[in-house]
């Protein structure tokens, strides 16, 4: 889970490497953590 959430993080942040994403596509489907992107949205 927490994998999940940081690689979210790390993946929204503007001129991210793209590793992030990459580890979310290997075990998550590519899928972000709904969780995180919602607090992200709160605190812009």
């Known amino acids: 889970m927490k ?3 940081s690689m979210t ?7 991210a490497n793209p590793i992030f994403q ?3 596509e290997t075990f998550f ?3 972000p953590d ?4 919602l607090i ?5």
């Open 3 to 5: 994998l999940k959430s």
């Open 9 to 15: 993080l790390f993946a929204a942040l503007d001129g």
């Open 22 to 24: 990459q580890v979310l």
């Open 29 to 31: 489907g590519g899928a």
């Open 34 to 37: 709904d969780k995180t992107l």
């Open 40 to 44: 992200l949205r709160r605190h812009p």
